[in-house]
């Protein structure tokens, strides 16, 4: 409709693009500059690429993190964690999902509403008395611990539904009478068909499962079980000369994989988000 | 191959009666053709003999054995849907062996059989191709294709060609019977269309609110209609049905109803005078709509050009007219 | 709602709907009945004998003024941190969707925010905004200082919390805005209504399912999501500045060891976020015109 460029409109967008993008800058700043020099309150908003080692040193050498461990450890416990917890939710939802939508059988609504259930007890409600069944069950420090608690809600159960119940009748009815049982089914028709949702899903349960702070706050005591994020807060302790060159670097280290993954998978994100609502 | 035999079936959702008792036999590689208005129960009908539903009485027996209650996994039916049901993310190839691989057969086998079915059909260039890549007319002949690959006891047809537009509607419809006439596969199949109904069928069958109104040949529910529904359904224009006294019609006994059809109208000199008030030219033909003088209206179709009067004469020759008893409807 | 075609058979089923299960009623239903049970109990000094006491728990809390300080004190910070956050939501959506160069772009690097972690939204705010070192607090002047300044530091957890909820907003308002009818937009700019009238009139009218449902979700997110961001932040100070409900629920059943109080605020959140999501399933039906 308009010839001539949208000013408003750039500048809007590009002061917006600025102020995301302005923390982002500061924490390379930061991540390069000399520890003593921001001590001093002498940071400089130009990265200062001598110092771009860092990275490499934080990720591999030691003593950075509070204890010393190198980087890389912490990025791996994250990483597993956050498939872990993507990968399991997605599989026993999908189980669940097709069981309540493709069959009937006594306590379906029990078991449904069970499930739905647990859309109004986020873990910072049920913290506490979390801690207190894992520590029951023994499973404090250990990775079951750490990602079970997390695994169970009930968003992707009700996107799946929401999807399986869409399916056409002719589509079932065909594979029915084609002779397909129910997890041929399963393997054969409605897996394939929901490949989109399970995209967008991944993207949403990754960055969930590696964005935790407070449960793996309380799970884990154990070094060996330090999650990034959990690290990164960690060194922010005010009881030491707090290096924040390396926080920075770490910082930077700990978002590269959930943007790489929100980027990479934008297009099934975004439309996905839409349809899981929550 | 096969033989389809129904007893008593009977089907309720709730409180409606869907289907109320129906008794029907198809003979081994017949066609019957179930035709009706929507809600008729035709479509019920044929979901109880795939399996995708269950009667609430009544038995159905293939080749003499029963299986009212039989998984449709495991009944060897195969059936063509309206909206033809091919599976999305799969090529037309991988649509076509879906049941042959879960039958575990093996990969040079269903290759064979696929290329076979492809040939019959057309197909042979599509198969590597998604659904979403092809035309309706291709669609409905990949389900087809699917079902016929299957070499199954029973065909069944659900309105398949109801989503085609009327030109292609009248080649697939050809291509469905030589199809069936060659494979010799006994088959079901249903629709709305009277027309269809009449082309296709070795014997067929007319539906009305959950009974079965006549069964018979396709010319001799033309001819011999057994009620006044099946009358008004079979045939276009509909046939013309009259109140005998008002018309002056004699010869027939009170309390009916009587029908000729537009085709048997005959234009005489000196007969009963028809007052056209719209003429719709089809070509080939013409239908001439117009008034009796007791105010009843008639249709009446004959070969050629539009009249260019407001008036004819017409004659209703007796041994051609229909006589329906006024309450039931029934024939007399 | 539920689907006309399905299979026969339940053992099936039941097997397939045992994992959640299983882990709902071991890691959800379980604390929850623990929580519940703590709340109506109270320990003796001593450790050694609970007793029940029925909402006694409950009437402590609801007479105790400190708690309602954080009740305020967490609606002040939902409200601020909702509207901020759907109000830049909005506004870059609605630009987004009307410039056509760099559409792409805009929108990718509106979105990218969704993957920051809230605990790294704080780490990255303190090192801008500490008062010594931050390349913004330090110019902020003498008096900035928001480990001493409670209300400094609520100004400083809204606006982060904000910032890092816009993208989740910008997300679905585009996507709302994508529905709007362009046959809509076309006929009101015949009738000569201008770029502000016809989103006044058409365009935000149209938006009220989306907006009604991001409203409870970015509720949720301020009163439970925002828990690391603070506590990494300032941890809950100075002075309980920024201690929200959930801060409190960590204070007192964590570091304060108060178990029967801690349960009891549990469960009145556990209460709140069923209010909240019974509101979200009532706007998620109406959310879009399909």
């Given at each position: 409709?308009?010839?001539?460029?949208?000013?408003?409109?750039?500048?809007?967008?590009?002061?917006?693009?600025?102020?995301?993008?302005?923390?982002?800058?500061?924490?390379?700043?930061?991540?390069?500059?000399?520890?003593?020099?921001?001590?001093r309150g002498g940071l400089s908003l130009m990265p200062d690429f001598r110092h771009i080692g860092i990275f490499w040193q934080a990720l591999f050498a030691g003593?950075?993190?509070?204890?010393?461990?190198?980087?890389?450890?912490?990025?791996?416990?994250?990483?597993?964690?956050?498939?872990?917890?993507?990968?399991?939710?997605?599989?026993?939802?999908?189980?669940?999902?097709?069981?309540?939508?493709?069959?009937?059988?006594?306590?379906?609504?029990?078991?449904?509403?069970?499930?739905?259930?647990?859309?109004?007890?986020?873990?910072?409600?049920?913290?506490?008395?979390?801690?207190?069944?894992?520590?029951?069950?023994?499973?404090?420090?250990?990775?079951?611990?750490?990602?079970?608690?997390?695994?169970?809600?009930?968003?992707?159960?009700?996107?799946?539904?929401?999807?399986?119940?869409?399916?056409?009748?002719?589509?079932?009815?065909?594979?029915?009478?084609?002779?397909?049982?129910?997890?041929?089914?399963?393997?054969?028709?409605?897996?394939?068909?929901?490949?989109?949702?399970?995209?967008?899903?991944?993207?949403?349960?990754?960055?969930?499962?590696?964005?935790?702070?407070?449960?793996?706050?309380?799970?884990?005591?154990?070094?060996?079980?330090?999650?990034?994020?959990?690290?990164?807060?960690?060194?922010?302790?005010?009881?030491?000369?707090?290096?924040?060159?390396?926080?920075?670097?770490?910082?930077?280290?700990?978002?590269?994989?959930?943007?790489?993954?929100?980027?990479?998978?934008?297009?099934?994100?975004?439309?996905?988000?839409?349809?899981?609502?929550? | 191959?096969?033989?389809?035999?129904?007893?008593?079936?009977?089907?309720?959702?709730?409180?409606?009666?869907?289907?109320?008792?129906?008794?029907?036999?198809?003979?081994?590689?017949?066609?019957?053709?179930?035709?009706?208005?929507?809600?008729?129960?035709?479509?019920?009908?044929?979901?109880?003999?795939?399996?995708?539903?269950?009667?609430?009485?009544?038995?159905?027996?293939?080749?003499?054995?029963?299986?009212?209650?039989?998984?449709?996994?495991?009944?060897?039916?195969?059936?063509?849907?309206?909206?033809?049901?091919?599976?999305?993310?799969?090529?037309?190839?991988?649509?076509?062996?879906?049941?042959?691989?879960?039958?575990?057969?093996?990969?040079?086998?269903?290759?064979?059989?696929?290329?076979?079915?492809?040939?019959?059909?057309?197909?042979?260039?599509?198969?590597?191709?998604?659904?979403?890549?092809?035309?309706?007319?291709?669609?409905?002949?990949?389900?087809?294709?699917?079902?016929?690959?299957?070499?199954?006891?029973?065909?069944?047809?659900?309105?398949?060609?109801?989503?085609?537009?009327?030109?292609?509607?009248?080649?697939?419809?050809?291509?469905?019977?030589?199809?069936?006439?060659?494979?010799?596969?006994?088959?079901?199949?249903?629709?709305?269309?009277?027309?269809?109904?009449?082309?296709?069928?070795?014997?067929?069958?007319?539906?009305?609110?959950?009974?079965?109104?006549?069964?018979?040949?396709?010319?001799?529910?033309?001819?011999?209609?057994?009620?006044?529904?099946?009358?008004?359904?079979?045939?276009?224009?509909?046939?013309?049905?009259?109140?005998?006294?008002?018309?002056?019609?004699?010869?027939?006994?009170?309390?009916?109803?009587?029908?000729?059809?537009?085709?048997?109208?005959?234009?005489?000199?000196?007969?009963?005078?028809?007052?056209?008030?719209?003429?719709?030219?089809?070509?080939?033909?013409?239908?001439?709509?117009?008034?009796?003088?007791?105010?009843?209206?008639?249709?009446?179709?004959?070969?050629?050009?539009?009249?260019?009067?407001?008036?004819?004469?017409?004659?209703?020759?007796?041994?051609?007219?229909?006589?329906?008893?006024?309450?039931?409807?029934?024939?007399? | 709602?539920?689907?006309?075609?399905?299979?026969?058979g339940w053992a099936l089923p039941l097997a397939l709907v045992t994992p959640q299960l299983a882990l709902t009623c071991i890691f959800f239903l379980w604390p929850?009945?623990?929580?519940?049970?703590?709340?109506?109990?109270?320990?003796?000094?001593?450790?050694?004998?609970?007793?029940?006491?029925?909402?006694?728990?409950?009437?402590?809390?609801?007479?105790?003024?400190?708690?309602?300080?954080?009740?305020?004190?967490?609606?002040?910070?939902?409200?601020?941190?909702?509207?901020?956050?759907?109000?830049?939501?909005?506004?870059?959506?609605?630009?987004?969707?009307?410039?056509?160069?760099?559409?792409?772009?805009?929108?990718?690097?509106?979105?990218?925010?969704?993957?920051?972690?809230?605990?790294?939204?704080?780490?990255?705010?303190?090192?801008?905004?500490?008062?010594?070192?931050?390349?913004?607090?330090?110019?902020?002047?003498?008096?900035?200082?928001?480990?001493?300044?409670?209300?400094?530091?609520?100004?400083?957890?809204?606006?982060?919390?904000?910032?890092?909820q816009v993208s989740y907003n910008f997300i679905f308002y585009v996507a709302a805005l994508q529905t709007v009818p362009r046959s809509l937009i076309e006929a009101?700019?015949?009738?000569?209504?201008?770029?502000?009238?016809?989103?006044?009139?058409?365009?935000?009218?149209?938006?009220?399912?989306?907006?009604?449902?991001?409203?409870?979700?970015?509720?949720?997110?301020?009163?439970?999501?925002?828990?690391?961001?603070?506590?990494?932040?300032?941890?809950?100070?100075?002075?309980?500045?920024?201690?929200?409900?959930?801060?409190?629920?960590?204070?007192?059943?964590?570091?304060?060891?108060?178990?029967?109080?801690?349960?009891?605020?549990?469960?009145?959140?556990?209460?709140?976020?069923?209010?909240?999501?019974?509101?979200?399933?009532?706007?998620?039906?109406?959310?879009?015109?399909?």
């Open positions: 409709m308009k010839s001539k460029p949208d000013y408003l409109a750039h500048g809007i967008l590009l002061l917006g693009v600025a102020l995301f993008i302005l923390p982002m800058w500061v924490m390379l700043a930061g991540a390069t500059e000399d520890a003593g020099a921001i001590a003593g950075t993190s509070r204890e010393g461990d190198p980087v890389w450890h912490m990025l791996l416990v994250s990483f597993v964690m956050a498939v872990a917890i993507a990968v399991g939710k997605i599989f026993i939802s999908v189980l669940s999902a097709f069981a309540v939508v493709f069959f009937r059988f006594p306590f379906r609504k029990l078991a449904f509403w069970t499930i739905f259930l647990t859309l109004m007890l986020p873990i910072e409600v049920r913290i506490i008395p979390s801690y207190a069944v894992v520590s029951t069950l023994g499973m404090v420090n250990n990775f079951s611990g750490l990602t079970l608690p997390l695994m169970a809600s009930a968003t992707a159960t009700l996107l799946f539904r929401q999807v399986f119940t869409a399916l056409p009748d002719e589509l079932v009815e065909a594979a029915r009478l084609d002779g397909a049982r129910p997890l041929q089914f399963l393997r054969d028709m409605v897996l394939p068909v929901s490949r989109a949702n399970f995209a967008a899903l991944f993207v949403i349960l990754f960055v969930y499962g590696w964005n935790q702070y407070l449960w793996p706050l309380l799970a884990t005591s154990n070094p060996a079980y330090t999650t990034v994020v959990l690290g990164i807060v960690q060194m922010m302790a005010p009881d030491q000369m707090t290096p924040w060159n390396q926080i920075m670097a770490i910082t930077t280290l700990a978002l590269l994989p959930p943007i790489a993954v929100v980027l990479l998978l934008q297009r099934a994100f975004v439309r996905g988000l839409a349809e899981v609502d929550k | 191959m096969s033989t389809l035999e129904l007893r008593g079936l009977r089907k309720d959702f709730g409180a409606t009666k869907v289907l109320q008792s129906i008794d029907l036999t198809l003979a081994s590689g017949e066609m019957l053709v179930i035709v009706g208005v929507s809600g008729c129960g035709k479509s019920t009908l044929l979901r109880l003999v795939a399996g995708l539903e269950t009667p609430s009485d009544g038995k159905i027996l293939l080749d003499g054995v029963d299986i009212t209650r039989q998984d449709p996994a495991k009944r060897d039916i195969a059936m063509v849907f309206q909206n033809y049901a091919l599976y999305p993310h799969m090529t037309v190839a991988q649509n076509m062996s879906y049941a042959l691989k879960l039958r575990g057969e093996t990969q040079s086998e269903i290759t064979r059989k696929v290329a076979e079915a492809a040939a019959q059909l057309g197909l042979s260039d599509l198969l590597a191709r998604h659904p979403r890549d092809l035309s309706g007319g291709q669609r409905q002949r990949v389900a087809m294709g699917r079902a016929i690959v299957r070499q199954p006891k029973m065909f069944l047809f659900d309105e398949p060609l109801s989503n085609l537009d009327a030109k292609l509607r009248v080649t697939m419809r050809a291509e469905i019977r030589r199809l069936q006439q060659r494979l010799k596969v006994t088959s079901l199949y249903v629709t709305h269309d009277q027309l269809e109904a009449m082309t296709m069928a070795d014997r067929l069958i007319v539906m009305e609110a959950g009974r079965v109104s006549q069964i018979a040949t396709p010319m001799e529910v033309f001819e011999r209609p057994a009620n006044l529904f099946v009358a008004g359904f079979i045939g276009a224009p509909a046939m013309n049905i009259l109140q005998p006294e008002r018309a002056g019609i004699s010869d027939v006994p009170v309390k009916t109803l009587v029908g000729i059809r537009p085709e048997h109208i005959k234009v005489v000199d000196h007969g009963r005078t028809l007052t056209i008030d719209l003429v719709e030219p089809l070509g080939a033909e013409t239908l001439i709509h117009g008034t009796l003088p007791c105010g009843q209206r008639l249709t009446l179709k004959r070969p050629g050009g539009p009249p260019d009067v407001s008036e004819l004469q017409i004659d209703l020759p007796n041994n051609l007219l229909h006589v329906f008893d006024a309450a039931s409807g029934a024939r007399r | 709602m539920d689907r006309r075609t399905i299979f026969s929850a009945a623990r929580a519940l049970q703590e709340a109506v109990t109270a320990t003796d000094p001593f450790g050694t004998a609970t007793i029940f006491v029925g909402l006694a728990n409950f009437a402590a809390l609801f007479a105790d003024p400190l708690y309602w300080a954080a009740i305020w004190r967490t609606v002040f910070f939902c409200a601020a941190v909702s509207g901020i956050a759907m109000a830049l939501g909005l506004l870059f959506a609605v630009f987004a969707e009307r410039v056509i160069a760099g559409r792409h772009w805009y929108r990718t690097l509106l979105i990218w925010p969704y993957a920051v972690a809230p605990a790294l939204t704080a780490v990255l705010f303190v090192f801008l905004f500490d008062p010594a070192i931050g390349l913004i607090g330090r110019h902020l002047g003498a008096r900035w200082n928001y480990a001493l300044n409670g209300n400094q530091a609520m100004g400083l957890a809204i606006f982060a919390s904000a910032w890092k009101a700019t015949l009738d000569g209504a201008n770029a502000r009238k016809r989103f006044q009139s058409i365009v935000w009218p149209m938006l009220f399912p989306t907006t009604m449902f991001l409203l409870v979700v970015n509720l949720v997110y301020a009163a439970f999501d925002t828990f690391s961001l603070i506590y990494a932040m300032t941890g809950g100070g100075p002075a309980g500045a920024t201690e929200t409900l959930v801060v409190k629920v960590y204070e007192d059943g964590y570091v304060g060891n108060d178990l029967g109080g801690s349960s009891a605020q549990s469960v009145v959140l556990m209460l709140l976020v069923m209010a909240l999501v019974a509101l979200q399933f009532r706007f998620l039906g109406r959310k879009t015109p399909t």
